[in-house]
Every structure is written in structure tokens, then in C-alpha cells.
């Protein structure tokens, strides 16, 4: 065999050689755009949910908030004082909130007679999203919505059930109260009321709070958190201090 056909005879190898190494790279590419687009797309479909605006909040209906004051509302000097520990994803909390709440506020809290105090228990019952709605409860106050943003999250107890209180709802309903939502976040993003949950977990420890809600009036706790019961025991209170007269 002569040496110019060893020669062509390398030549054709050496481009046979040189195809193959660009297919390769070609597959490569095409492998590696395919795994980047892939990567995209899952990562399109777990943001994009977050990424899309709220629009099925509920509007809570409007509710008095008397001599609203932080997580109190009504007279500080009335003879009765009513405390509830209460938690965003109890659903005894939410029939509290819906049932016994508005009767309390209407009965005695327009009328000066109950000084109504609300506190956060969930931290210590449903960490860590009620630990979120929490703190949203007193950023909302550091901007004087506390018992705004309080009816917003009850009314849309169900939507927290199905979907969760993310820091992007609960920003949407700091943004349709009209609070400052770059305050807001940035309160919620710090936990900045943290010291105030612990402290609500603590004196509610103290008062031999067994779950929510739990209703203390004039310092001792109720066995029961059904408007009956708490009416009468307001009631029997009233009539004491009349007879006192």
C-alpha cells in the first residue's frame, strides 16, 4: 500500500474522528439546554403560584372596634375585664370570632361594661403558621390595624385552612387595609413582635390556659368559651357590684 493511500486512509479517519467529537458536543448542548429548560419549568411552576396576585380574599364585614387601643377594645375602666387566647388556625377560635365575639362587643363592649383584651396562644398550638399570623397581628398594630387585620384573617380562616397564611397573602390584606405594605413586610420578615408571642404563651401558661380559645374574665379562667356562659358569668359580676351599691 502506497503511502499516499495510508495518508487518505488517516485523513478520513482523523474527519471521522473530528464528526464524532462534534456530534458529541452537539448531544452535550442539546442535553444541557434540555436539563436548564426543564430545571426552569419547575421551577416556574413551584414560584409561579406565589408569584401571582391574590385576588380570592374575602373582605371581612364591618365590625365595631370600640376605644380600639392595641389588642384591646372597649373602656379600660369597665368593672369586667374579658381575655381570649386564641389562635388563627383553631376552628373553635373561628366559631368564637364569628359567634361569640360580635355578642360580647355588642352587649357589653359598646355599652362599657367589658374591657375586651385579645392575645395569641397559637404559637405554642400551631407553630409555625400561626406563629406567622401572629406576628402579622402586631406588625398590623405597629401601624394601628391591629383589630383590622385581626377580622381579615379570621374571615379568611378557610383560604388559611386550603392554602396557608404565606407572607404574600398576608401582605395582600396588610395592602387592601391600606396599611404601608414596605413596613409591614419588612416587620414580618424580622418577626420583630416575637418577644410579644412568647409573652402571650407566657401569661397564658401562667393562667393554666389548656387550649384555645380560653376565655379568662376578671382574672379567673372559664371552663367554657360559649356566649351563655361567659354572659352569665358577666352578669353574675354586674349584680355584685350592684348589691356592693
Same mark, same amino acid.
Given at each position: 500500500?502506497?503511502? $499516499?493511500?495510508?495518508?487518505?486512509?488517516?485523513?478520513?479517519?482523523?474527519?471521522?474522528?473530528?464528526?464524532?467529537?462534534?456530534?458529541?458536543?452537539?448531544?452535550?448542548?442539546?442535553?444541557?439546554t &434540555?436539563? =436548564?429548560?426543564? @430545571?426552569g419549568?419547575?421551577?416556574?411552576?413551584?414560584?409561579?403560584? /406565589?408569584?401571582?396576585?391574590? /385576588?380570592?380574599?374575602?373582605?371581612?364585614?364591618?365590625?365595631?372596634?370600640p376605644?380600639?387601643?392595641?389588642?384591646?377594645?372597649?373602656?379600660?375602666?369597665?368593672?369586667?375585664?374579658?381575655?381570649?387566647?386564641?389562635?388563627?388556625?383553631?376552628?373553635?377560635?373561628?366559631?368564637?370570632?364569628?359567634?361569640? $365575639?360580635?355578642?360580647?362587643?355588642?352587649?357589653?363592649?359598646e /355599652?362599657? &361594661? =367589658?374591657?375586651?383584651v385579645?392575645? /395569641? @396562644?397559637?404559637?405554642?398550638?400551631?407553630?409555625?403558621?400561626?406563629?406567622?399570623?401572629s406576628?402579622? %397581628?402586631?406588625?398590623?398594630?405597629?401601624?394601628?390595624? @391591629?383589630? $383590622?387585620?385581626?377580622?381579615?384573617?379570621?374571615?379568611?380562616?378557610?383560604?388559611?385552612?386550603?392554602?396557608?397564611?404565606?407572607?404574600?397573602? %398576608?401582605?395582600?390584606?396588610?395592602? &387592601?387595609?391600606?396599611?404601608?405594605?414596605?413596613?409591614?413586610?419588612?416587620? %414580618?420578615?424580622?418577626?420583630?413582635?416575637?418577644?410579644?408571642?412568647?409573652?402571650?404563651?407566657?401569661?397564658?401558661?401562667?393562667?393554666?390556659?389548656?387550649g384555645?380559645?380560653?376565655?379568662?374574665?376578671?382574672?379567673?379562667?372559664?371552663?367554657?368559651?360559649?356566649?351563655?356562659?361567659?354572659q352569665?358569668?358577666?352578669?353574675?359580676?354586674?349584680?355584685? &357590684?350592684?348589691? $356592693?351599691?
Amino acid at each position: 500500500m502506497s503511502s $499516499e493511500n495510508i495518508s487518505k486512509k488517516q485523513q478520513k479517519y482523523q474527519a471521522r474522528v473530528q464528526r464524532s467529537k462534534r456530534n458529541k458536543r452537539k448531544k452535550q448542548a442539546v442535553n444541557i439546554t &434540555l436539563i =436548564v429548560v426543564g @430545571f426552569g419549568i419547575i421551577l416556574l411552576a413551584l414560584y409561579l403560584p /406565589t408569584m401571582q396576585p391574590i /385576588t380570592d380574599l374575602i373582605e371581612p364585614a364591618q365590625r365595631a372596634h370600640p376605644l380600639a387601643d392595641g389588642n384591646a377594645i372597649g373602656d379600660p375602666n369597665a368593672p369586667v375585664t374579658i381575655e381570649v387566647y386564641s389562635d388563627f388556625k383553631c376552628p373553635a377560635c373561628e366559631y368564637f370570632y364569628e359567634t361569640v $365575639e360580635p355578642n360580647i362587643i355588642q352587649q357589653y363592649v359598646e /355599652t362599657g &361594661l =367589658v374591657y375586651f383584651v385579645y392575645h /395569641t @396562644f397559637g404559637d405554642r398550638i400551631n407553630p409555625p403558621q400561626s406563629g406567622i399570623t401572629s406576628q402579622a %397581628l402586631y406588625c398590623a398594630d405597629d401601624q394601628g390595624y @391591629f383589630w $383590622e387585620m385581626h377580622d381579615y384573617i379570621y374571615t379568611n380562616f378557610d383560604f388559611g385552612v386550603s392554602k396557608g397564611f404565606t407572607d404574600k397573602a %398576608l401582605e395582600t390584606m396588610a395592602k &387592601l387595609i391600606g396599611m404601608d405594605t414596605n413596613v409591614f413586610s419588612k416587620c %414580618l420578615a424580622d418577626n420583630a413582635h416575637t418577644d410579644q408571642l412568647d409573652r402571650d404563651v407566657e401569661n397564658g401558661t401562667a393562667l393554666g390556659i389548656p387550649g384555645t380559645p380560653s376565655v379568662i374574665i376578671n382574672g379567673n379562667l372559664l371552663d367554657s368559651f360559649q356566649f351563655a356562659d361567659i354572659q352569665a358569668e358577666v352578669e353574675n359580676i354586674l349584680s355584685g &357590684l350592684e348589691g $356592693e351599691e
